[in-house]
């Protein structure tokens, strides 16, 4: 929406289009983080899933939806537990490979993340060490 106001201010399609190819390259740069691993997140219990990638950095969960690069978030998670599917959400991570959903609590409100199955580990991030450690 920004580019085509850009573009009735006349700023030269050039610059548009380089604009929009620097911000594809940053987001495809993003994407190869270490440790990043692709993820659907709902900030509140009912509203849709967004895709996008996230990585953990330390106890600090850094979430960027796809494809818009201004929807991001770095939350201090406090706690962090997996949790069962529903039918409706199983069919919403229908494309998740044996999706599997975790309920990250911070100080003001619960994120829950859903990521493949054979991630567990990395979507629980610094708490995989306590879940393996009470069985």
């Known amino acids: 929406m920004i580019w085509a106001i850009l573009a009735i201010l006349g700023v030269p399609l050039w610059v548009i289009a380089g604009g929009i190819a620097y911000m594809i390259l940053l987001n495809r740069h993003l994407r190869h983080r270490e440790g ?5 997140a709902r900030y509140a219990t009912g509203k849709r899933w967004r895709r996008g990638h996230a990585v953990w950095v330390g106890d600090v969960f850094a979430y960027r939806s796809s494809p818009s690069s201004w929807n991001e978030s770095l939350d201090l998670v406090r706690s962090a537990t ?5 039918v409706e959400e199983a069919h919403a991570l229908r494309r998740l490979d044996g999706p599997i959903v975790a309920v990250l609590s911070t100080d003001g409100h619960a994120i829950e993340v859903a990521a493949a ?13 306590e879940r393996n450690e009470k069985g």
């Open 82 to 86: 997996l949790r069962e599917l529903t």
């Open 117 to 129: 199955g054979s991630q567990k580990d990395a979507l629980l991030g610094p708490f995989a060490a």
């Open 36 to 40: 990043d691993m692709p993820v659907r």
